[in-house]
Structures are given as C-alpha cells and as structure tokens.
C-alpha cells in the first residue's frame, strides 16, 4: 500500500524565517508525482507546488521548493521570506498511476508577527 | 470560469436522513473525486469517476453512493446518515493527470446528529 507520512503536526515561525516541512513516502510504482497543498482557514485547497518523479530538478515556486530525494522517497517544502499570509495547514500527496491522491495528515503551520 | 463549484456549504442532518452533494466543473475534466476530511487527518478519497459513465470505489465508500450524471456533474449521495459521516466533503476534478492537478470544490461541511 502507498503511504504519506509527515512527522510534523504543528510548526511557528517567525515572520520573514525559512521553515522547512517534512514528508516522507511509500511507493512501489516507478512513475509518480508529488504535490504540496495549502489549506488556509477558510478551507480551500491551494496547489503549492508539483514534482514529476522523473525529473531531478526541485520544483521551485517564487518562494516555495522542493528538495526530492527520490531514493529516500523524501519531499521536503522550503518556504523562505515566511509571511502571515503562508499561515495555513500543508499537505503532501501523492498521485499513483490511478491518478488518485494519497495524503499526509497534514502539518500546521504558524507564522508569527 | 468558476471551476469546482459544491452545494450546499453546510448542512445539518438527523440519523437515518438522506441527502446529495451536488458537485459540477466547468474545465471539461475527464475524471473527478469524492473526498471526505476529518480533523487530525490528510483527504480520503470516498469514490472516483475517470471518466464520464465511470465510477469505482476509494478507500472509503461504506455508506455513500456517487453519479457521475454528466462530463460536468458527480453528485455523493448518503443514503441513511450516520454521525460517523460527520466531516467536511470536498469535491475535485482533473484534466491532464502529466501536466496538471486535481482542482478541487470550496468543501460542504456536513454534522449529522
């Protein structure tokens, strides 16, 4: 079975920091892909940003990256510059070749003034 | 263009009442999903469609039935409510699974008492 782990229930910050949240994860399949989502208080799922496990570069988005550790099955997200607005729960997932999600339980994040 | 619309936003039901979710895209997605979110944990996909006239089970269908009615339409039917099927349910869709990532409706939170 495909699993999604992220150890980190809560995590604070101050504004402006780098914070880094973990995730880990189980597949046996070869072609995959990985995702990190935000969910703010008002529910909404918002795609962070996407890595194709074929590719060797770390996805990047303005503020936010990867790094892929694709023999460690590691996907770790980078935020730099953390602001108020990045306060939100983060998700990890992963889509397998049925193009279903499989998701972490998700880590809280808390960027302080 | 309003993507992943889901209705209603809440909804309050008593043990053993039915009810619908009505879910419906506007990007012409091929497949689209059923997930429910409980506190604490990652989405659990309910059921999924890939395709207009598809629908096959996810990791959690016990006590649900989905239509996929049309390409734009997939409603999640509970036939008998129970208060274990309090939690909030978010619709998503998908269009190319290479390129692209589920988008997903603003959620229905449901309490059954």
């Known amino acids: 079975a495909q699993t999604v782990t992220q150890s980190q229930p809560e995590m604070s910050v101050q504004e402006a920091e780098t914070v880094t949240l973990s995730c880990t994860y189980d597949t046996s399949e070869s072609n995959y892909y990985l995702f990190w989502y935000k969910q703010p208080p008002s529910r909404q799922m918002i795609l962070v940003i996407r890595?194709?496990?074929?590719k060797q570069q770390n996805a990047t988005e303005n503020r936010f990256s990867v790094n892929f550790q694709k023999a460690a099955k590691s996907f770790s997200l980078k935020i730099s510059d953390s602001q108020l607005g990045d306060t939100a729960m983060y998700f990890c997932a992963l889509m397998d070749s049925n193009y279903q999600l499989i998701w972490g339980a998700g880590t809280k994040l808390i960027i302080k003034p | 263009n309003a993507g992943v619309t889901q209705t209603p936003k809440f909804q309050v039901l008593k043990t053993g009442q039915s009810m619908t979710l009505q879910c419906a895209q506007d990007?012409?997605?091929?497949?689209m999903y059923w997930y429910r979110q409980d506190p604490g944990m990652g989405l659990r996909l309910i059921y999924y469609s890939a395709s207009e006239g598809t629908t096959d089970k996810g990791e959690v269908p016990n006590g649900y039935n989905v239509s996929r009615l049309n390409k734009r339409e997939f409603s999640l039917r509970l036939e008998s409510a129970a208060p274990s099927q309090t939690s909030v349910y978010f619709c998503a869709s998908l269009g190319d699974p290479l390129t692209d990532t589920q988008y997903f409706g603003p959620g229905t939170r449901l309490t059954v008492l």
């Open positions: 890595q194709e496990a074929y």
């Open positions: 990007m012409n997605h091929n497949s």
